[in-house]
């Protein structure tokens, strides 16, 4: 037992159950729980709960709920739990952008646990929430000194709603100065979808400036989009392919002198800790995705936030209501006559900040410029061990030191067997690693990877990781086909995907997937 | 379910020239040159690697081809059985022989058509068939300037693959290109758009979980049209160039716009299509006027591979600031990172050109890219 | 730790001296700081954080976090009556076993292979609100309630290309909030009047607004103010005859109980669906869904991932891949439907948990203790002194209650109740100036006769 001590390589079987959709399990009159019934008193005074509502608006018949015992339904999403390797049992180097770092379960248990954070109501006197209200404005003035901005709202519950609050906030800032004709936000091909969709969504145009040969957004091109009509600039810095862009106060300049403001998408802030600030660069508004850097789990998707910063001048936009501190109290603050209202309901994702809160408390500064320092040294690191891979092209920025993440590709190997991203993507489940990120979307970058080996793992990890894509290159040179048609110990087989699309085929509920196939019609490929 | 048919034709002599350095094999005297030479032919070899990645879905096609070095030794050698049609005379093969093996294959109702060759074997294709068939170019000629070709014979015999076993095949139109012959011998290059062929949608990500990475072409269009048709100004002509996408754009306001020409738009009615520099000077004579062009070829040529009826005099009457150009992201991101092109052959319109160009790509959506000439 | 000695950290593993030494030494860097070259020395930070000092050991840690967190009073050790958005119930134990597993925890966006599982599961979360909404289609979870509102009304206008949307002007102002900055700049937004007498929806005011403008009706039912509108289907058929879509904000707990809005003519359904499973964690146990039939004509709206079920190549096997990804602004960027990203995964997974353990039962007794507790309540507070019920109508969970008669304000009467470790129904004194001295109370099945009783002991105490 235990991986080869020469290739490093696992005899890896994840958990397959073959299991049903859970409407195949139900049987009709099981319980999976029984609910409490109001007292006799309670009945009796009450008569039929139901006397006074419209025939209309009484439900005839029940919800066709699956019928399962509870051990079957605990059993059921256990199987599941097992088919999905998270960060918790797998080296997920491979989710580039995401910083997919240990979660410590300290916290975890703290804030899922503890009543003085599960059990408080949004809406409590402020006098009862005192120790939450400071952990949340602690936080605030944590990260305050992180990024060098002045205030940080932490209502946004992801960083695409972070992306869009800002573009709300530059939205009323322009109308306050009645500066009507900005109409546009620049962003680049890198920077993540959202700052483009963003402030889409928030009715600008958006002008998007692509990569020159080298990798960096061409900042010529970048003048000649500024105009008077220029609302903001929405940039990730470093983008996901790892590369700085060193001119990036250039950016900032040209676009303050155009009358924009400039947002800093930070997802990628994890090799900058203690390095270097939105503020020194010049920005006007930041957020930090607090489940990426600040080590709050992934959740498969969420429980999110997207920590907002801003000046002082942008402040009185943030959404209400804001935590503040007179002194002796806590309490939150309602009273921001311009703030944009509101992104979300109630404070945000508060079980996740007291997450952050601890994480920055167990690591202080030391720490996070540790953390910054060591994810940096793992990503030259593990950009050597792979660029020596063949089939790997590192494009862009050759001889210079990336930050945190990479993005690779695979074109040469596509090339040389037919083999491409996706299917080495495929592949790699078969060894216990989760499935890489590829890149956003279009792919600039040919059969492109990115991956991020944050500070959380290991040299050994790393080793590990990079043996496993060192072996199915080799794997792709002697047997391509046998790599395209992976994975082969994973939960599934290769999906058939060519007709999901169809409307015909769409199915993405039970219910529906049921009316369409029919009772007796055979699947498509049934041979 | 029926067997899909897929057409091979083979250029024995395309390629021919690659080795010796000589630039194509047009030209009878060009052949014998290189024979002499003791080069071989490519096409072939080239043929049998697409059809080798073909084999996995043997069963499930049928091969037609022409006979001996057009296409019957390279299916018998990849282990295929294929239907022979038609007759050549061995050793002495010509465009014509393309042309009709194309021109059968297509009565024959082929799903698909391959062809090995260069630039000039897909202008016989184009010649024969047109849009009509559904074809895809196996690279082995030396000069690859059309865009109806795979970027290697295996990937050309994976996208023939992936179309013939396809649920919902998808098509897109690429370019072929014209190069004059003698001034590329002599190092000059002048190209010329030709034509357009019907290939399979480059849907690359077709098989894979987090797949449909990119719109469809169709899709893109639209939102390109609906920002262009929305901000077209009364009593302006507009200049339309060639290509697939202003085509497209002109189409869902209802006009039919030639493929290969520049056609002029004014208050949304077409006054004039495929017209020449002079006709074109004319009608601008004291007139507002704009420009609608796309990028035409892999290179990225925005002026001066295909739109050469749009002078330099007229570029500079109209101004740069008038220039529209039209493009989807995917498109640009194709370039990674080289400038856009402009050879209008006059150097002080392409310095004009030259800097950086707004690039509408869809309703609200736009680039800022680089010119270069 | 002497002068000079590196410290450890426990969660970075190569802070261990010797390791990062010889890593430094196969990148080809002397020192770690050259592996920063590429960021101009005008950019650097260059003092140190000014952070607290870390509190390395874990014990002093969880020390130090409970010592916060015991300051907080919870509705635990105090018997709470707000909702206004964020209700208390019940949550079975299996929903935090399952969403405690570290593997669904800390999964993120791995593919339908490795991941088959957390696919599956949020396959089968969205199947399960589909019957209990009875519609087909639903999408991957969104922020929030109001996330889930202001994006129905976006696909509305993107369906029906008009740019007028009616809401009530009794919104819940936490999501009408959200929903009026997220409709800026492109859709107006105009509020429907309430009857004054029984709470519900003013028709003769919806009549009055609606035109061939409008993209849509909004209502939620039960309202903010608790009420269940019994017009409902009446609202939807005067959205329909406009040609208007008719979105019902729902309190999916109620569904056990109360008909889906698909079966009164709702053409979107959304809502919150933090009632099914979740605990209240101050707000953060929010999750938005819409919903809506099998229709392209809706489907292609949608602006979040959405997970079909699919074929493999072993046959009889279930596979799940992305339906129409280029929708969303992943595919497509600024051309997607709005925006999408990482929401409310894990509360989705156990929505799924939570309603595969109730079956159709269990979510009808739920919705009808609910209704039996919360009625019973408002029948006790009525019979004190200076209380009574503001709106004579049938409500769900929630209902209003008006303290004018007392002579007290509803914030003088909740100071008192917390000293009776009672935490009083929300002041609506502000947001609903023509109701009075008025509090919003929640009773849910998380409450007992006996708690009902002791609010209504304290309350007499009180007024």
């Known amino acids: 037992m235990g991986r080869d001590s020469k290739t490093l390589l696992r005899k890896f079987h994840e958990a397959k159950w073959d299991e049903e959709i859970i409407f195949e399990m139900s049987v009709p009159g099981e319980r999976g729980i029984l609910v409490r019934e109001p007292e006799a008193k309670v009945k009796k005074m009450v008569g039929n709960e139901l006397a006074a509502v419209s025939p209309k608006l009484r439900r005839k018949n029940p919800p066709k709920l699956p019928e399962i015992n509870q051990m079957r339904v605990l059993r059921h999403f256990m199987h599941l739990s097992q088919e999905t390797l998270g960060t918790d049992v797998t080296i997920d180097i491979s989710e580039g952008t995401c910083t997919m770092k240990y979660s410590p379960k300290v916290q975890e248990h703290l804030a899922a646990r503890h009543p003085g954070i599960k059990d408080i109501h949004p809406l409590q006197p402020a006098e009862t929430m005192q120790g939450l209200l400071e952990i949340i404005y602690k936080l605030e003035q944590f990260l305050k000194e992180i990024s060098g901005m002045d205030r940080f709202s932490f209502q946004p519950s992801g960083g695409a709603q972070a992306v869009y609050t800002a573009a709300s906030i530059m939205r009323a800032y322009h109308a306050s100065r009645k500066d009507t004709g900005r109409t546009e936000t620049i962003t680049t091909m890198f920077s993540h979808p959202c700052d483009a969709a963003g402030p889409a969504t928030a009715g600008y145009k958006v002008i998007t400036i692509m990569p020159d040969e080298e990798g960096y957004a061409d900042i010529n091109a970048f003048k000649a989009a500024l105009s008077k009509h220029t609302a903001g600039i929405f940039i990730t810095n470093p983008e996901d392919t790892g590369i700085y862009n060193p001119k990036i106060d250039e950016f900032v300049k040209a676009a303050h002198a155009a009358g924009a403001l400039c947002y800093y998408d930070q997802a990628n802030a994890n090799g900058m800790l203690g390095i270097a600030r939105a503020r020194e660069a010049g920005f006007d508004m930041c957020h930090f995705n607090l489940h990426k850097t600040f080590s709050i789990p992934h959740g498969s998707m969420g429980g999110a936030v997207g920590a907002l910063g801003c000046t002082t001048t942008l402040a009185k936009y943030l959404p209400i209501p804001q935590v503040k501190f007179n002194g002796k109290q806590y309490y939150l603050d309602y009273n921001c006559p311009q703030s944009i209202g509101k992104v979300r309901s109630f404070m945000g994702n508060t079980q996740s900040l007291l997450k952050a809160y601890a994480w920055i408390m167990q690591h202080g500064a030391e720490g996070l410029r540790e953390t910054a320092i060591c994810s940096v040294l793992n990503n030259n690191y593990m950009l050597k061990k792979l660029s020596e891979i063949p089939g790997v092209v590192v494009p862009y920025a050759h001889g210079k030191r990336r930050l945190e993440q990479v993005r690779y590709s695979w074109e040469k190997l596509k090339q040389d067997t037919g083999v491409g991203t996706d299917d080495v993507l495929r592949r790699m489940a078969d060894y216990g690693l989760e499935h890489y990120w590829t890149s956003h979307h279009p792919w600039v970058v040919p059969e492109p990877f990115t991956l991020e080996p944050c500070e959380s793992y290991s040299k050994d990890d790393i080793d590990e990781y990079v043996a496993v894509l060192r072996q199915i290159s080799k794997e792709a040179y002697n047997n391509p086909e046998f790599v395209k048609n992976a994975p082969y110990n994973s939960v599934v087989h290769k999906v058939r995907n060519s007709s999901i699309n169809e409307p015909e085929r769409i199915a993405v509920t039970w219910r529906q997937y049921l009316k369409k196939k029919g009772p007796q019609k055979p699947l498509a490929h049934d041979k | ?373 | ?463």
Not at chain 2, 90 to 114: C, Y
Request: charged share 20%; with cysteine; hydrophobic share 40%.
């Open chain 3, 1 to 463: 730790m002497s002068d000079g000695e590196k410290r450890v950290f426990p969660y970075i593993p190569n802070s261990v001296p010797e390791v990062k030494t010889e890593m430094l030494r196969q990148v080809g860097a002397h020192d770690e700081m050259e592996l920063y070259v590429e960021i101009p020395e005008r950019l650097r930070f260059k003092r140190k954080l000014k952070l607290p000092p870390p509190i390395l050991d874990e014990s002093s840690l969880r020390n130090h976090i409970e010592t916060l967190l015991e300051k907080n009073n919870n509705c635990k050790n105090y018997l709470n009556f707000l909702g206004a958005g964020a209700a208390e119930h019940f949550v079975p134990a299996v929903c935090d076993e399952i969403n405690g597993r570290g593997e669904f925890l800390t999964a993120y966006v791995g593919e339908s292979y490795a991941d088959h599982g957390k696919w599956q599961a949020f396959f089968e979360y969205c199947s399960l609100m589909g019957e209990l909404l009875d519609m087909d289609v639903l999408s991957c979870p969104l922020y929030d309630g109001g996330q889930a509102a202001a994006s129905s009304i976006r696909m509305a206008a993107r369906i029906n290309g008009r740019k007028e949307v009616l809401i009530p002007q009794t919104m819940n102002p936490e999501i009408a909030s959200v929903v009026k900055n997220y409709l800026k700049p492109d859709i107006t937004v105009k509020e429907i009047g309430y009857n004054k007498t029984n709470g519900m929806l003013d028709l003769k005011d919806l009549s009055a607004k609606i035109s061939s403008k409008t993209t849509a009706v909004l209502i939620e039912n039960p309202s903010y103010l608790g009420v269940l509108e019994n017009q409902a289907a009446e609202v939807g058929r005067m959205a329909q005859e406009k040609g208007a879509e008719f979105i019902v904000y729902v309190d999916p707990i109620s569904l056990g109980v109360i008909a889906p809005p698909a079966q009164y003519g709702a053409t979107i359904a959304c809502g919150d669906f933090h009632p099914l499973g979740m605990h209240l964690y101050a707000g953060g146990g929010q999750g938005g869904f819409i919903a809506t039939g099998d229709d392209m004509k809706y489907i292609t709206q949608f602006k979040d991932l959405m997970f079909g079920i699919a074929d493999t190549t072993e046959r009889g096997e279930y596979g799940f891949g992305e339906v129409l990804f280029d929708r969303t602004s992943y595919g497509s960027r600024e051309k997607g439907n709005e925006f999408t990203g990482t929401s409310t995964g894990i509360w989705a997974i156990t929505v799924a948990v939570y309603l595969s353990l109730m079956g159709p039962k269990g979510i009808s007794e739920t919705g009808r203790t609910i209704m039996q507790m919360s009625q019973y309540a408002a029948k006790q507070m009525s019979k004190i002194q200076g209380v009574k019920l503001t709106f004579q109508s049938p409500f769900f969970k929630e209902f209003v209650v008006n303290f004018t008669k007392t002579g007290k304000t509803v914030a003088a009467i909740n100071k008192a109740l917390l000293k009776h470790e009672i935490i009083g129904g929300k002041d609506l004194s502000k947001e609903f100036h023509e109701l009075g001295q008025s509090a919003l109370y929640c009773v849910t099945e998380t409450k007992t006769m006996a708690d009902i009783q002791k609010l209504v002991t304290a309350l007499k105490e009180v007024v």
């Open chain 2, 1 to 373: 379910m029926r067997k899909k048919k897929l057409g091979i034709i083979v250029n024995p002599i395309a390629g021919l020239g690659g080795r010796t350095g000589l630039k194509g094999t047009d030209g009878i005297e060009i052949i014998t040159q290189a024979k002499r030479m003791g080069a071989s032919p490519e096409s072939p070899q080239r043929a049998m690697e697409a059809l080798n990645v073909l084999r996995r879905i043997m069963d499930e096609i049928e091969i037609f081809t022409y006979p001996q070095e057009m296409g019957e030794v390279e299916a018998k050698q990849t282990s295929f059985s294929p239907t022979i049609i038609g007759s050549i005379k061995s050793g002495n093969t010509t465009p014509q022989d393309t042309q009709r093996a194309a021109k059968e294959m297509q009565k024959l109702g082929v799903d698909l058509l391959l062809f090995a060759g260069g630039d000039g074997t897909a202008r016989d294709v184009y010649n024969a068939v047109g849009r009509e068939v559904t074809v895809l170019g196996i690279p082995a000629g030396v000069k690859i300037h059309s865009g109806v070709y795979a970027v290697t014979p295996r990937q050309a015999g994976e996208a023939a693959v992936m179309f013939l076993t396809s649920a919902t095949p998808e098509t897109t139109e690429a370019e072929v290109m014209d190069i004059d012959e003698a001034s590329y011998r002599e190092g000059k290059l002048a190209a010329k758009l030709y034509g357009y062929l019907r290939i399979p949608e480059e849907r690359q990500f077709i098989q894979n979980v987090k797949s449909g990475g990119t719109q469809t072409e169709k899709q893109t269009l639209q939102g390109i049209a609906a920002d262009l048709i929305g901000s077209m100004e009364k009593d302006c002509l507009y200049i339309f160039g060639p290509g697939t996408t202003t085509r497209d754009i002109l189409a869902f306001q209802g006009l039919t716009k030639t493929l290969l020409g520049v056609d002029v738009v004014l208050n949304n009615q077409l006054i004039a299509q495929d017209v020449n520099e002079t006709q074109l000077r004319k009608l601008i004579v004291g007139k507002k006027a704009k420009i609608v062009v796309t990028v035409i070829g892999g290179q990225g040529y925005i002026f001066g591979r295909g739109n050469q009826q749009i002078s330099p005099e007229i570029l500079t009457k109209i101004g740069k600031e008038n220039i529209i150009i039209v493009a989807t992201k995917e498109k640009l991101a194709s370039l990674h990172g080289r400038p856009l092109l402009v050879d209008t052959g006059n150097v002080a319109v392409d310095k004009m050109l030259s800097g950086y160009i707004r690039v509408s790509m869809g309703l609200g959506s736009y680039a800022v890219y680089k010119v270069a000439s």
